[in-house]
């Protein structure tokens, strides 16, 4: 078996990196009004320049900027769609341990696609690799309806879901289309609202709030693809999914079971980054349903919750297991997660992180012959 030509590679990751202290510095200090945005992007460029360099030097074959520019993974880029703000609830999200995510999104007006969105973030990340495929992350459309649902949505501008789902498909189908012709060859959807449909304590709770949750699963796959449509040919689209990532706490449980065959079936991706790191995932026997010869499954197996190391032996056990639901020329190896899917990260080390990322690589290296 040899290494694959085009994404997701033998070893890859999911996207975000823990920020370097220069960069949390210079952050805290334009929050605070004594650095100016540009001052700000000059340390931006600088550490995102230094991050590809050390992917590519561990021997990744797809590097990003680490959403170095981002305070969330979600958030910073749909609030640059039209009619969506980002506010600061009484109540808000609690992460298991009892940790609180401090904003929360909510649609004012028509959402629509006005202007590129992260589109100068990924070019950025073009002009400064030298061996890696550039690869850029975005959130799913999903986002802006999961947690707050029909609530946090102007009853003015829509007076039914109806048409907040088909132009939010729509803004998507454009967000695509400008990466698309900017050059992106490799797109990723961070799509976690999928797997919070995997628990019950997650639908419990869509439907106590008046959620109509039985359609939920085809409403976002068809948005997923409406977006997806908008590829050109040489793009490949990934999806992430897992259960929530705060400073190394959780929100969802549950195996893939209920989701995978729509997931795999009727939604166009042509990978899927997914969380396998503990049993909160479940088994892998929901790999089943993916089409033989086509779709690339990159296993999760590496926690980025935590610094521990894990043992190859056992990543390599891990690997056969799942071979023996999907063939192993349609699996990769990755993190579960990114290490700091908000600016705070995840409670691990830049050390440990990049011996983990570095682990992926020499693990592919043995089980599949290259990366």
């Not at 609530?151 to 829509?158: F, G, P, R, V």
């Not at 209920?258 to 503990?278: G, T």
């Not at 908000?342 to 089980?367: F, I, P, S, Y």
Request: charged content about 25%; hydrophobic content about 40%.
């Amino acid at each position: 078996m040899t290494a694959r030509t085009t994404p997701p590679f033998r070893a890859d990751h999911v996207g975000s990196l823990l920020r370097p202290k220069e960069l949390q510095i210079a952050r805290a200090a334009w929050k605070a009004g004594s650095m100016t945005h540009d001052a700000l992007r000059a340390v931006e460029d600088r550490c995102i320049t230094a991050a590809i360099a050390k992917q590519e030097e561990i021997g990744l074959r797809a590097a990003t900027d680490g959403e170095y520019r981002r305070a969330y993974w979600h958030y910073d880029f749909v609030s640059g769609l039209d009619g969506v703000e980002i506010y600061e609830p009484e109540q808000k999200i609690q992460f298991k341990g009892g940790v609180p995510l401090g904003h929360v999104l909510r649609v004012n007006g028509r959402i629509g696609f006005s202007k590129p969105i992260m589109l100068d973030d990924y070019k950025f990340v073009a002009s400064h690799v030298h061996a890696a495929v550039p690869k850029q992350t975005i959130p799913s459309p999903s986002v802006v309806h999961f947690r707050g649902g029909r609530n946090a949505i102007n009853k003015t501008s829509y007076p039914s879901l109806d048409g907040f789902f088909a132009d939010l498909g729509e803004a998507y189908h454009k967000a695509v289309g400008s990466f698309g012709a900017a050059g992106c060859d490799y797109l990723q959807i961070d799509e976690v609202n999928i797997a919070y449909l995997c628990d019950p304590e997650q639908i419990a709770a869509l439907k106590a709030r008046g959620e109509h949750v039985d359609n939920l699963l085809h409403i976002y796959g068809a948005m997923l693809n409406r977006a997806i449509e908008a590829r050109p040919a040489g793009m490949t689209i990934s999806m992430h999914l897992c259960r929530g990532n705060f400073r190394s706490t959780f929100v969802a449980t549950g195996g893939y079971e209920p989701v995978a065959e729509v997931l795999f079936n009727q939604i166009n991706a042509d990978a899927y980054f997914m969380e396998y790191d503990s049993d909160r995932a479940g088994g892998f026997e929901p790999l089943r349903f993916v089409p033989r010869g086509r779709k690339i499954v990159v296993l999760g197996l590496v926690t980025s919750k935590t610094g521990a190391l894990e043992s190859k032996d056992e990543l390599k056990r891990r690997i056969d297991e799942a071979a023996k639901y999907l063939p192993l020329e349609q699996l990769a190896l990755s993190p579960q997660c990114g290490f700091a899917s908000t600016e705070e990260g995840n409670t691990l080390t830049e050390d440990e992180q990049w011996a983990k990322l570095r682990l992926c690589v020499e693990v592919a290296r043995e089980v599949w012959g290259g990366v």
